[in-house]
């Protein structure tokens, strides 16, 4: 049983791992050509406004990713369920009317608040719209999510990644319409998937409507709002903090640096897409949950602890290869970045008890918890180490979060977690990463002694997980799915 759902787990995961990281390649793939037609005070531009576009999400979607999911899970007649998706549907569609036309009104506002100018009021009305378009064909992808069609997910999600960069091309390198263009591409691509996703998922589901459903979906969604807001402070204070403390070029370089190590959200948020189906689907089985959970923690340690060493590994020969010179030291967050969009799913890993007792409220408690940590420590670092502070400040934060879920969410769900492996393995990650880290930073910039010195630790790594971190009877699967 343990096995199968593990199997289970892995393989969406590894499904949705797929898609994500072809999307994100595609972005990374341009990042050279766009960092010689754009400048860092463009990067740093686009920054700020998809703070406000993330700030947004969560007022556009009044927390129904999370409701929706409960509610779906919860409803044992499956006739009901395309109901559940039609009314949040419909919800979305006036909820976006409404606050589009305000934040459209409120866009000058906006600008010189975040900007002290209000000449970027047309782009944040062009990214918020694609914002809407995007919140109201939600609920057709969590539907795919929550009954597992991964591999549907997945094909709408590479096509949209694939339009948006043909459309970046064309906008950013052809026409050099500059951050226009890149918002113009995200904001057409959203449309376009509005329309796409209707025609793949939602003119097969039964045109169902409860609007007795909206109270609901409201009441348990709404106030995971108040945690996308302390989530919007753990990842984007620091960028407005940048700008203030040091200058938008700074920031251009930080997000691009930031771009690099945000790739493991990728690998993170594949996960994170299996995950909460998985972990729905065990809210009657709780019993089971106590052993299938605390595996995952243990495997998600190792396999994504040992990403992290990879990301500290690579960060320093990607970044000097593919930007250019005045993006070099972008490679210092690199790493850093990586591992606190690591620790994100931890977090989700230990908060599946909020989650079957319906106290969303103390998860937004967490995060809120998180965001206060982040804060301060911006304050505190950025003035000191410049954009490696407000690296190391997110790092910090997002450890807070899976210590205090797990502290909240133990009183709602026990879990057998395997402590010791834990343990270990953050330690053996530990030391790898911050031998990495020291060695390309005071190896200068010559690549060769960098790679040769930085191989013998991951190697060394590798060899210590093997032996140490996993157990006989694991290696012997390993191998056997090897050799098949």
Known sequence: MLKTAITRLAKSSVIYGVGGMLQRFMGL??????????????????ALISLISVAMSGIFTLGTGS????????????????????????????NGVFWYTTIYLAAPALSELMFQADRYADLIRLALLGSAFSAIAGPWLAYLRMEEKAKRYVVLTLFSALLATILSIWFVLVARIGVTGLLLAGTLTQGVMLLVNWIVVGRKLPLKIDTS???PLVRIGFPSIFGLFAFLLIDYADRQMIERLISLDALGVYSVGYSFGV????????????????????????????????????????????????????????????TAPEFHEAYFVVGLVAAANMLKGCYLIVLPGVYFAEKLHRQSAVEWAAAIVNIGLNLWLIPIYGIVGAAVASLLSC????VLAWAVSRHYLVVDYEWKRVAWTSVSVLVACGLLYSLSANLGESLPLTMAANTSVLLAFFGVAYRLLLTASERDEMWNKIRI
């Open 29 to 46: 793939l341009l990042l050279p050509f766009f960092t010689r037609t754009l400048t860092p005070e463009d990067y740093g531009a686009v």
């Open 67 to 94: 409701s929706m999911g409960v509610m779906y899970f919860r409803e044992q007649d499956a006739t009901k369920r395309p109901a559940i998706i039609w009314s949040t549907t419909l919800l979305m569609f006036a």
């Open 213 to 215: 459903l909206f109270y």
């Open 263 to 322: 790739v493991m959200s990728v690998a993170m948020g594949a996960f994170a897409s299996a995950w909460t189906p998985f972990f729905m689907s065990y809210v009657n089985k709780r019993d089971e949950a106590r052993t299938v959970f605390a595996r995952v923690l243990t495997y998600y340690l190792i396999g994504f602890g040992g990403l992290i060493v990879l990301f500290f590994f690579v960060a320093k020969p990607v970044v000097l290869l593919m």
């Open 399 to 402: 450890l807070v979060l899976p």
